[in-house]
């Protein structure tokens, strides 16, 4: 029974952390959106689990806008961290090819609604590596390094960076494993995982660091 509803716990106790430790981070608008974008992930599966459970249908309308826009979610949240120009250059230039992609993908080779956009879900999770990576690149070379643990926005990065890393072998293979089987329990882990980072953020970070 718990399996069913796990990714609803799991993102039910990462808010409520998140919402106790608000005051931490109230003043920063990039980490307020990521409280509402968690929240926004959790109503994601709730209605994925409803639609499969309670009325036995296909749920892949609800998780494919989930994917696109956790893409551009992540996406504008570390351009917003950036400054460094070619790295700020490089994420607008992949969220718009991932844009283009996408459009075309959906309206000429698969059904947005009744088929998986496994090639999507490769692509959007390589780029969000991709945009964790140039943030810690800029990180290294600055003085916040000194502080890192202190900042929520590093222990987010580095959840983001363990659940999309982790996922991309999975895909690509996932023909060859049980998607109700071994990739189930791989999920179960990352999400475990990313939760673990996100809750840790929450009770380590310090309200002078999450600016």
Known sequence: MIQK???IIN???IIAFGIFFYKKYAHNTQLKLFLYFLIYSFFTEVAGTYFAVVLKTQTFFIYHTWIILSLYFYGLFFLARIKNIKARAVIKGLLVFYLIYT???ISFFKD???ESLIDNIIIGRILIVIFVLLYFSELLNS????????SLFFWI???????????IPVYVIGEYI???GIFRYIAFGLNIIMGACFI??????KKEYNV
Do not use: W
Request: charged letters at 10%; proline letters at 0%.
């Open 112 to 114: 947005f609604a009744h």
């Open 11 to 13: 993102y039910f106790v």
């Open 200 to 205: 840790s953020g929450f009770l380590l970070s």
């Open 178 to 180: 049980s998607f109700r």
């Open 143 to 150: 003085d916040a390094i000194l502080n890192i643990k202190k």
């Open 103 to 105: 459009i075309i993908n």
């Open 5 to 7: 509803y796990f990714f």
């Open 157 to 167: 990065s580095i959840g983001v960076l363990c659940y999309n890393i982790g996922f």
